[in-house]
């Protein structure tokens, strides 16, 4: 149980929440640098079993190795220049001021900071002397009335340096890129083992014998169980390592939370801006692939799935550990991360004793500077030698070394004596071919063309394409899309197409093939492609809500006015009294400062009352009424505008009669939604009304 984080113990607290921390980074990542280099071995024994060289496998190694230290030098300076970075002097002194500061109570020295110009977010990336820590600017302008809101964001991403968190973030980047290229190489090998079986199995469809039966068991037991086996054990190992390493991001920034609440002493503080910064838009738009996993905020993330698969815990976690902290009822669990050291070790020791078997078996195999072993050649120098004495298996499994008898003589009849007599072997008589034979070594029929192709779309990121399987011989199908292929197993009849992006239009058409050749495509008639579209996600919005009237004095005093006066007797006749002078001011900036958010705009109930004004919380602008469609779509000739100003449409009917126009019912009409508000955004001209949701 840790003490409350506002005590006389904090900062000494938050100096041994970073040592723990350091501790568990080093053993995770020297653990998982550990398992990486394993995966290299294992590369490169694969490598030198196929190539038959060590100096093929070490070579492979090598290049692996020199990526993964070229990788890790060049990534924070690739990263850093693909931000928009800018050169703010209004805000980057203070902000190095309270770096320095923050960093003084962390004891580390001040990385070097930078602001760039995005989304609300926050990052450090880095470690040591050469550590840097990137804010964006609309993050300082968010937070400017709140300096502890700015302290707390700071503490939060130097804690993250201080606990080298840089270390663990590059072994789990290597980690799942290893998995996957290993997930990758061995199942290219399942595929290439499957096909190979499946065409063997094809060839000898009608064959029969002690040595070809077993083969082919050996070979369907290989297709059928064997290769899908190791797909989805590829599979389960894939989302399972990516789970673990979410789980350990996550901890991470659990620990940086925990650090830099008790190092500032002000908990509530980083609640306050968690609160505020996941009612904003942190999304990065430049490089959030590469440090969206860094930022203090991620995208929003919701469901207990999601969380599952996402770097960052979410809001409400957090806040609530930070609440537990300033009660002093808080703990900090580093269960996931020792269980995860003892996992990789596991492995390490099981993987381990595996690769070194497999690399003295291939070392003394083929060692260095070995030539590969070539047939010995014949007699007469020209074709390899091939004993005689080893009988080879026919179709009615009589062995070929036995005496076959010829159609053009009889079968009593011996071979005259050679006329050499210098001491040599005979020639080998060459083997007759039954016809029965023939027929066995003629080549399969080529594979039938699929037919009814048709394509449907899933999801916004899957097309599923099915066709129907006229072919009982085929190898495999290819699915192509015009610019790349992917082959389907034997006897599929569907595919799913995946990683697309909503909205991609794609086309597809599909064909079979095996060892006889190649079918044409289907469809063979024009259209010779099915098309379809993913769809793109509806819009994350929620319905308009009113947060109450306006309180034109407190913002007037607030913006350094007197006071708040009505030159007029209708909505537009407040103005802002500074001295003996008044100014017009932006009633929806009212709202957003007196409500505190940016999602805030101003309404109007009645253009004739001046305190009719309201404001309301909104998710976004749709578009403009359409009041001229709506009455169309109500049985009337045209929407007309009896007045100059936005009070006057009316919807003309067929007997020449006026009807009133209820905006609120034309957006919902126009947007296909329960709930949406109806904006007049100026009174004076009648095509300002706008819909907003």
């Not at 003892?342 to 070194?356: E, K, M, N």
């Amino acid at each position: 149980m840790l003490p409350p984080a506002n005590s006389a113990q904090s900062a000494s607290t938050g100096l041994l929440l970073i040592t723990g921390q350091r501790r568990r980074n080093l053993l995770l990542s020297v653990t998982i640098g550990l398992a990486i280099l394993a995966g290299v071995a294992l590369v490169g024994v694969i490598v030198t079993v196929w190539a038959k060289d060590v100096r093929v496998g070490l070579a492979v190694s090598g290049a692996l190795i020199a990526v993964i230290v070229v990788s890790c030098a060049v990534f924070k300076s690739w990263v850093l220049a693909r931000l928009p970075l800018v050169h703010d002097s209004v805000h980057l002194d203070g902000l190095r001021t309270l770096v320095a500061d923050v960093s003084a109570r962390l004891g580390m020295s001040p990385p070097k900071v930078l602001i760039m110009k995005d989304s609300v977010n926050a990052f450090a990336i880095g470690s040591g002397r050469g550590a840097v820590v990137v804010f964006s600017e609309s993050l300082l302008q968010l937070f400017g009335e709140d300096p502890e809101a700015v302290e707390a964001v700071v503490a939060h991403e130097l804690a993250h340096v201080a606990n080298r968190d840089s270390w663990l973030g590059t072994a789990l980047k290597g980690a799942m890129m290893w998995t996957r290229w290993l997930y990758v190489l061995l199942t290219f090998y399942a595929r290439a083992l499957r096909f190979v079986c499946d065409a063997f199995l094809a060839a000898t469809r009608n064959s029969t014998g002690v040595i070809v039966s077993p083969i082919r068991m050996s070979c369907w037991i290989c297709s059928s169980w064997i290769a899908p086996l190791i797909f989805r054990l590829g599979r389960v190992v894939l989302v399972a390592g990516h789970v673990l390493a979410m789980g350990l991001c996550r901890q991470r920034e659990f620990a940086a939370d925990a650090t830099a609440a008790y190092v500032t002493g002000k908990p509530e503080a980083l609640s306050r801006a968690l609160s505020r910064l996941d009612e904003e838009e942190t999304e990065l738009r430049r490089g959030r692939h590469l440090v969206q996993e860094l930022c203090v905020a991620p995208p929003h993330v919701t469901g207990v799935l999601a969380e599952l698969f996402s770097t960052h815990p979410s809001t409400e976690r957090r806040i609530a550990r930070l609440s537990a902290y300033a009660e002093g009822t808080g703990e900090f669990r580093t269960g996931l991360a020792l269980f995860v050291a003892l996992l990789v070790t596991a492995v390490l020791l099981i993987g381990g004793a595996g690769v070194i078997t497999l690399s003295s078996t291939a070392v003394s195999s083929y060692p260095l500077g070995a030539e590969r072993i070539q047939p010995a050649p014949s007699p007469d120098g020209n074709a390899p030698f091939l004993s005689s004495a080893a009988p080879t298996s026919r179709e009615d499994g009589v062995p070929s070394s036995a005496p076959s008898v010829s159609s053009s003589e009889p079968a009593d009849s011996t071979p005259e004596p050679s006329a050499r007599d210098d001491g040599a072997d005979p020639p080998v008589p060459e083997p007759s071919v039954t016809p029965s034979a023939r027929r066995s070594l003629s080549p399969p029929m080529r594979a039938a063309r699929p037919s009814k192709v048709s394509v449907r779309a899933m999801s916004g990121r899957v097309i599923r394409v099915s066709w129907k399987d006229n072919s009982g011989n085929e190898t495999a199908f290819t699915v192509n899309n015009g610019e790349s292929s992917r082959t389907v197993d034997a006897g599929a009849t569907s595919y799913d197409w995946r990683n697309l992006k909503p909205g991609t239009y794609m086309c597809f058409r599909v064909r079979a093939w095996n060892k006889a050749g190649t079918s044409r495509y289907s469809p063979v008639t024009d259209p010779y492609y099915r098309c379809t579209t993913t769809p793109r996600p509806a819009p994350k919005t929620s319905a308009p809500a009113l947060l109450g009237p306006v309180d034109f004095d407190a913002y007037c005093v607030s913006a350094g006015a007197d006071e708040a006066v009505l030159v007029a007797d209708d909505a537009y006749g407040w103005r802002c009294r500074i001295g003996g002078e008044e100014r017009t001011f932006s009633v929806t900036e009212a709202c957003r400062s007196q409500y505190g958010t940016r999602k805030a705009i101003d309404k109007i109930i009645d253009f004739h009352d001046s305190s009719s004004w309201q404001c309301w919380r909104v998710s976004g602008r749709l578009g403009t009424a359409d009041l001229d469609g709506f009455c169309r779509s109500q049985g009337a000739e045209a929407a007309i505008s009896v007045a100059d100003n936005a009070y006057g449409w009316r919807c003309r009917l067929p007997d020449g009669e006026e009807g009133g126009i209820w905006v609120a019912d034309v957006c919902k009409w126009q947007y296909s939604r329960p709930s949406v508000l109806e904006r007049m955004a100026d009174y004076y001209n009648p095509e300002s009304w706008e819909c907003w949701t």
